[in-house]
C-alpha cells in the first residue's frame, strides 16, 4: 500500500513528465473510479486544462490545472500511473486514460480497481475543497483533507508539535501511527520502520511514553520517511512510479523480517497483528514495559510462537551465511559483508535453517512482485 514515500515519488516523477502540458481528453471504462464530482463534470473541467504543477498531500496525488481546478488521484492499494506515447497499446488494467497535447497519455493502471480520482478546486486558503456532493456525502464546501493530520516531513512540523499531538491522544502507538488524523502519510511499513529504529514497542502507549521515548520517535519517523523518499520508495508488492520502481525496499530493518534475526541485536524478528495489519518488531531492543502489558497478553503470546521454530531456534546473526545468501537485502549483505571482514565465520547449519528459509521465501515473494511490475510497466504501454 503505497505511503507517503510512494506517493510523493509518484508526484515527483509525474512533475517532470506532465506540468506544463494540456488535457485534451479523457476516458475511462470503470466510472465508479471517479470519485467527485460525476463522471461527465469531471471529463468536462479536466478538457483543455494546462497542468500547472504536480504534488502530494498526505497518501493522494495533486495535479493542479490553470483556472483553479485540482485533479486528485488516490492510487491505493495497486493504482499504477505511466505516461506513454498514445499509440502504444494499452492492457485491460488500464481504466483511466488522459490525453495530453504532446501525443503522449497519462494512464492509470489498476488491477483491483480501488484507485479514485476526483476534480476539486483551490479555496482563497489554498485547500482543496469539493463544492457539491463529495465522497462522504456532505454539501457545500468541503476540505478534502480536513480530517488528516500534519504532514510529518513538512520544515515547519515540529518536536513540539508532535508533542503536543501526542500528548491530546490515548492508546497505543501502532494504532496511533496509522491513523491519518494524527499524521498524514504513515502506513504500515513506515510504522513499523520507526518504532524500529526508536526502539520503542508498537503496542506501547501513549500515556507512558518518556520525553526520550518521544523525541526518538519523532526523529526516527521523519528520518525514515525521508530516507524512503530519496531512494525511491519501497516496491515490495505492486508499488512502481512512472519513472520507475524504488529501492527502500532493501534497506527495510523491520517490516516483513519475520523470523530473521534482527538488524541491532540478533534475536529473531516477530510479527503480531494490530488492527488488522501486520506489525514487525524486535521484542528485545523495543520493550514493552509491564504497565503496558495488560490487556495484551493474548496477543504477546501469539508473537512468541508465531515464528514458529525460528523463534525458539533461530540463528544469531553471526550464525547466518555470509555472501552468496539468498535475498539478502543491501543492508544485510553489508553486515554480513562487515562480520565476513572481521572474520567472523558464517555457520550455515542447522540453526541457520530457518532464517535462511524465511529468506529464501522472502525473495521468491519480491520476485514475483517484480515480474508483476514489469508486466504493469509493458501492459501500459511504457
Ligand atoms: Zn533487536
Given at each position: 500500500m503505497p505511503e507517503l514515500p510512494e506517493v510523493e515519488t509518484i508526484a515527483r516523477d509525474l512533475r517532470a513528465l506532465v506540468v506544463g502540458r494540456t488535457i485534451t481528453g479523457v476516458r475511462t471504462d470503470w466510472p465508479r473510479m471517479v470519485a467527485y464530482p460525476d463522471l461527465a463534470d469531471f471529463v468536462a473541467g479536466l478538457h483543455g486544462r494546462r497542468v500547472a504543477d504536480v504534488w502530494r498531500r498526505a497518501k493522494w496525488l495533486l495535479l493542479d490545472l490553470d483556472g483553479g481546478g485540482v485533479l486528485a488521484i488516490q492510487v491505493r492499494m495497486t493504482g499504477q500511473l505511466f505516461v506513454v506515447p498514445a499509440e502504444r497499446p494499452a492492457?485491460?488494467?488500464?481504466?483511466?486514460?488522459?490525453?495530453?497535447?504532446?501525443?503522449?497519455?497519462?494512464?492509470?493502471?489498476?488491477?483491483?480497481?480501488?484507485?479514485?480520482?476526483?476534480?476539486?478546486?483551490?479555496?482563497?486558503?489554498?485547500?482543496?475543497?469539493?463544492?457539491?456532493?463529495?465522497?462522504?456525502?456532505?454539501?457545500?464546501?468541503?476540505?478534502?483533507?480536513?480530517?488528516?493530520?500534519?504532514?510529518?516531513?513538512?520544515?515547519?512540523?515540529?518536536?513540539?508539535?508532535?508533542?503536543?499531538?501526542?500528548?491530546?491522544?490515548?492508546?497505543?502507538?501502532?494504532?496511533?501511527?496509522?491513523?491519518?488524523?494524527?499524521?498524514?502519510?504513515?502506513?504500515?511499513?513506515?510504522?513499523?520502520?520507526?518504532?524500529?529504529?526508536?526502539?520503542?514497542?508498537?503496542?506501547?502507549?501513549?500515556?507512558?511514553?518518556?520525553?526520550?521515548?518521544?523525541?526518538?520517535?519523532?526523529?526516527?519517523?521523519?528520518?525514515?520517511?525521508?530516507?524512503?523518499?530519496?531512494?525511491?520508495?519501497?516496491?515490495?508488492?505492486?508499488?512502481?512510479?512512472?519513472?520507475?520502481?524504488?529501492?527502500?525496499?532493501?534497506?527495510?530493518?523491520?517490516?516483513?523480517?519475520?523470523?530473521?534475526?534482527?538488524?541491532?541485536?540478533?534475536?529473531?524478528?516477530?510479527?503480531?497483528?494490530?488492527?488488522?495489519?501486520?506489525?514487525?518488531?524486535?521484542?528485545?531492543?523495543?520493550?514493552?514495559?509491564?504497565?503496558?502489558?495488560?490487556?495484551?497478553?493474548?496477543?504477546?503470546?501469539?508473537?512468541?510462537?508465531?515464528?514458529?521454530?525460528?523463534?525458539r531456534r533461530g540463528p544469531r546473526w553471526s550464525e547466518l551465511p555470509g555472501e552468496g545468501a539468498l535475498g539478502l537485502t543491501p543492508s544485510e549483505a553489508a553486515m554480513a559483508a562487515a562480520r565476513a571482514r572481521t572474520g567472523t565465520r558464517a555457520v550455515g547449519g542447522k540453526t541457520g535453517t530457518e532464517a535462511l528459509r524465511a529468506l529464501a521465501s522472502a525473495a521468491r515473494t519480491r520476485r514475483a512482485a517484480a515480474t508483476r511490475r514489469r508486466a504493469a510497466r509493458d501492459g501500459a504501454g511504457a
Open positions: 492492457d485491460r488494467h488500464v481504466h483511466l486514460v488522459i490525453d495530453l497535447d504532446d501525443g503522449r497519455q497519462l494512464r492509470l493502471r489498476d488491477m483491483r480497481k480501488f484507485a479514485r480520482v476526483g476534480l476539486y478546486r483551490r479555496d482563497a486558503l489554498g485547500r482543496v475543497v469539493s463544492e457539491r456532493r463529495g465522497p462522504d456525502g456532505i454539501d457545500g464546501s468541503v476540505d478534502l483533507f480536513a480530517r488528516h493530520g500534519p504532514e510529518p516531513l513538512a520544515p515547519d512540523f515540529t518536536l513540539a508539535q508532535f508533542r503536543e499531538r501526542l500528548h491530546a491522544r490515548r492508546g497505543r502507538l501502532k494504532s496511533l501511527l496509522l491513523d491519518q488524523s494524527f499524521l498524514a502519510g504513515v502506513g504500515n511499513i513506515y510504522a513499523d520502520e520507526a518504532l524500529w529504529r526508536a526502539r520503542l514497542h508498537p503496542l506501547r502507549t501513549v500515556a507512558r511514553l518518556r520525553p526520550g521515548d518521544e523525541a526518538r520517535l519523532y526523529g526516527a519517523l521523519r528520518e525514515v520517511l525521508a530516507e524512503a523518499v530519496a531512494r525511491r520508495a519501497s516496491s515490495i508488492d505492486d508499488y512502481t512510479a512512472p519513472s520507475g520502481d524504488g529501492e527502500m525496499q532493501g534497506y527495510l530493518r523491520a517490516y516483513q523480517r519475520t523470523g530473521l534475526p534482527c538488524l541491532r541485536c540478533g534475536r529473531p524478528m516477530r510479527r503480531i497483528t494490530v488492527g488488522q495489519r501486520g506489525t514487525h518488531f524486535c521484542s528485545w531492543c523495543q520493550r514493552l514495559p509491564a504497565a503496558d502489558r495488560t490487556g495484551v497478553a493474548g496477543l504477546l503470546a501469539l508473537a512468541r510462537g508465531n515464528a514458529g521454530e525460528a523463534v
